[in-house]
């Protein structure tokens, strides 16, 4: 049994969904547990009614934390744990410690019950959980220890969130400072990330020297004040709705500057389309459905193996048949990697030029010793030079070779000597020669000088500073406010900001005259920008699609076609047409079914 394919298509398909993302490490999860204090200051206000306490923040903050994990990385694990609560909770039966909820993905269940414990539960939590200063520290952080190694899923990344307004929890007691210290050495030498949240009470400033100095292992070893929290409060309690790809390589290999001479480097993707989730197909009682495919031969019903499919190419009215290792073989050229060929000056590399969304590669010092000097050699003298180097990209064994242009990029920092962009090389896709095509362009009338200058005056009044990270897709926005009304019971979706419609109002305020003017030196007096344009009118409505296609269909001899082998150069709309009118049906709806139709209706061989 064949499948027909086109060799213009041959590896595309692959590469496209290799580029897409499939990461390495991609399986893995990431874990955070939120350790909230739960002692009686963190619950003190002077008006419950008006006021918030530290502990709702808490909550507010824990809730926000796993609505956004959902969207953003929904396999990731989060833990709840109280600490100075009277009642304990916990595997190992330590005091005052309570597990609020286990290290597990997060869920409607558990998002529910945090809403419910922030406007109604802490008002009875001296009832049901209590509070206590005699807790320690070192046992709550060895709590969150057994929660990550005894998880049944392997965690990537461990991170504790320590939420507490309570600069010194263990004043005149050396024991019990001296027990937390070494067990937040022993977090830090485990791969566990511990992070303070530290609260501010009203008139006070939160000490680190006091206790959580010795406690947190960061880079600066001077640092004697922590940061602004509010900034941090602000992060976690905003709702973003994005999805968190994760930065890592999603493809290894060598890059040859010529012959004995590899580095090393990784390749990136820095922007992706983000797109919905797949549906889950579910049978009656919501049990997940898991798909199988069988291949049988029409004529018998029998199963049909792998190595009894060939794959054909049409070629001169004939069907070529190939085997899938021949195949196989025809995709593959060389091993996969980048290969130097030579550098050309930057000003060749033409904005026309892009036909795919770019990649970006850093060296890979694991792989290759010594790529991180050679790589930021090559880097800097083609900044020097102004050049790029061009080279032919083969990203997997059975992926067609592209050339490409590797664009280099210094690294950038902000004023906090944080790094916005990162230094390496934007691989640039470049056309082959087949890829251009001669536009024929309709002779229209030429603007004059002054309509010239009335369009540069609006263009000026309109102009803003553009960021991408300002737009949300207002589609994904719009499903994912859908999905979490339905799973959290709530009667309507939150309302959605639209930032991809113009401000009709703003921008008639700043260019409401230029735009005026620009009109009435363009168009007709009568001319009405919002009146609605007739039906086949409008380039690509379908009605005059169809009209077209009946037009070319009316002129075609389907017979003469088939049997000179130029049905392929027609289109499937023409195609049906031409069927219709000849009273032809076609079980298939492909361009190679309804090919393969006629050609069995004129009897043609192929």
Wanted: proline share 4%.
């Amino acid at each position: 049994m064949a499948f027909e394919f086109g060799f213009q298509n041959f590896g595309e398909d692959e590469e496209e969904d290799d580029f897409e993302g499939q990461w390495k490490g991609a399986g893995l999860r990431d874990g955070l547990i939120l350790l909230v204090d739960c002692t009686k200051q963190m619950f003190d206000v002077e008006n419950e009614d008006e006021e918030e306490s530290l502990f709702q923040l808490c909550i507010r903050c824990c809730k926000t934390t796993l609505q956004n994990k959902i969207i953003s990385s929904e396999k990731d694990l989060i833990g709840i744990v109280f600490f100075g609560t009277e009642k304990s909770k916990n595997p190992n039966d330590f005091k005052h410690i309570y597990v609020y909820q286990e290290l597990d993905q997060p869920g409607a269940t558990r998002i529910l019950e945090l809403e419910e414990m922030c406007e109604e539960k802490h008002k009875t939590f001296t009832v049901d959980y209590g509070h206590s200063l005699a807790f320690s520290l070192s046992e709550a952080l060895w709590t969150c220890q057994n929660m990550f190694a005894n998880s049944p899923q392997k965690v990537n990344s461990k991170r504790i969130l320590l939420f507490t307004c309570n600069e010194d929890p263990h004043t005149g007691n050396a024991q019990l400072q001296r027990q937390a210290k070494t067990k937040a050495s022993d977090l830090n030498e485990t791969g566990i990330d511990l992070e303070l949240m530290h609260l501010q009470l009203p008139g006070h400033t939160f000490d680190v020297n006091k206790f959580y100095k010795d406690l947190l292992y960061t880079d600066d070893d001077e640092m004697t004040e922590l940061a602004d929290p509010s900034e941090k409060l602000e992060e976690l309690l905003t709702r973003v709705r994005s999805k968190d790809h994760k930065k890592r390589a999603y493809r290894h290999m060598a890059f040859s500057l010529g012959e004995g001479l590899e580095m090393g480097i990784g390749v990136y993707n820095l922007v992706r389309r983000c797109t919905a989730p797949y549906a889950v197909k579910l049978d009656k009682s919501n049990d997940e459905l898991k798909s199988h495919q069988k291949i049988y031969l029409k004529d018998t019903g029998e199963v049909l193996l792998e190595q009894d499919l060939k794959k054909c190419q049409t070629y001169g009215g004939k069907k070529i048949y190939f085997e899938k290792e021949e195949v196989d073989l025809i995709k593959r050229f060389d091993p996969s990697g980048l290969y130097l060929m030579g550098f050309k000056p930057q000003k060749s590399l033409k904005i026309y030029f892009k036909v795919k969304p770019a990649s970006f590669i850093y060296p890979d010092e694991q792989s290759v010793t010594g790529s991180t000097t050679l790589f930021t050699a090559l880097m800097k003298k083609c900044i020097d030079r102004d050049v790029v180097p061009i080279c032919k990209y083969i990203p997997s064994k059975s992926s067609p070779p592209r050339f490409v242009a590797l664009l280099p990029q210094e690294e950038e920092l902000d004023e906090h000597k944080v790094q916005i962009r990162p230094p390496g090389f934007h691989v640039i896709f470049l056309p082959f020669a087949d890829d251009f095509r001669k536009v024929k362009f309709e002779q229209t009338p030429k603007a004059n000088a002054e309509q010239i200058d009335a369009a540069k005056k609006v263009l000026k009044k309109l102009q803003f500073p553009y960021t991408a990270e300002s737009f949300e897709n207002p589609v994904l926005q719009k499903y994912w406010r859908n999905i979490e009304a339905l799973a959290l019971e709530r009667d309507a979706p939150e309302e959605m900001t639209d930032y991809t419609l113009p401000d009709e109002d703003r921008i008639k305020k700043r260019a409401g005259s230029a735009i005026t003017e620009f009109k009435d030196l363009v168009f007709p007096a009568d001319y009405n920008p919002g009146a609605k344009r007739k039906a086949g009118g409008v380039a690509g409505d379908p009605a005059a699609k169809r009209a077209k296609a009946e037009q070319v269909a009316a002129a075609v001899d389907l017979k003469t076609e088939a049997v000179a082998g130029r049905l392929g150069k027609l289109t499937v709309a023409v195609l049906r047409e031409k069927m219709k009118q000849e009273n032809i049906t076609s079980s298939g709806t492909k361009k190679a079914d309804l090919i393969d139709t006629i050609c069995a209706h004129y009897d043609v061989g192929m």
